[in-house]
């Protein structure tokens, strides 16, 4: 008789991490948002495991934050201005986009996106009585074609989406060390719109 083939190795399966109960999904939550003014009570749509889930605090809110689809690790393409429509170069869905020209072949390009705070897990008593900061993260490209090539606004606007409750506005300036056409972030911090 032939002898039997050595059965392969199985793979060990790797223990999958237990999710969390909801009291440990509140916990963790509370931890890592930090202290909280009041009693903080959850309306009837969502659990603190539906929160631990979906991180709500203190990640970035844009909705496709890198519509073009550029690797900020890697140094901008040197290929220069495409001239194409911005929707052609990646996913800009959920961004409304228009181009105002400038003098010569210039253009400024604005990418606006209204974020519904409540569609991202945040519900009004969280946002009214705790006030928690907002983040949004964008980078620009040194492009040095000018001093601002970048500019990041954003508005807390109430439930009928015209009223401004807050406003955070920004015009980095970069200090030119450095290659041009590196990534800078918009903003010194992640957490970035301290609506209070």
Excluded at 132 to 139: L, Q, R
Excluded at 151 to 167: G, K, M, S
């Amino acid at each position: 008789p032939s002898p039997r083939s050595p059965l392969s190795p199985e793979t060990p399966e790797l223990p999958q991490p237990k999710a969390p109960t909801e009291v440990e999904a509140r916990q963790l939550l509370l931890e890592e948002w930090g202290p909280l003014s009041g009693k903080l009570e959850l309306p009837p749509s969502l659990s603190w495991k539906l929160l631990f889930l979906e991180r709500p605090l203190y990640r970035n809110l844009l909705s496709s934050p890198n519509p073009e689809g550029i690797n900020i690790y890697q140094p901008a393409p040197p290929t220069g201005p495409t001239r194409k429509p911005l929707t052609d170069l990646g996913n800009f869905r959920g961004w409304y986009i228009t181009t105002e020209n400038l003098q010569g072949p210039l253009s400024w390009t604005v990418k606006e996106q209204c974020v519904n705070l409540l569609a991202k897990k945040l519900w009004e008593e969280l946002l009214d009585d705790e006030q928690p900061d907002i983040t949004v993260m964008d980078w620009f490209e040194d492009s040095r074609l000018d001093q601002c090539v970048y500019e990041l606004h954003v508005w807390l606007l109430a439930a009928d989406r015209r009223t401004v409750i807050a406003q955070h506005h920004v015009a980095p300036r970069t200090n030119g060390r450095g290659p041009p056409g590196h990534w800078v972030q918009a903003l010194d911090k992640h957490v970035v719109c301290p609506f209070m």
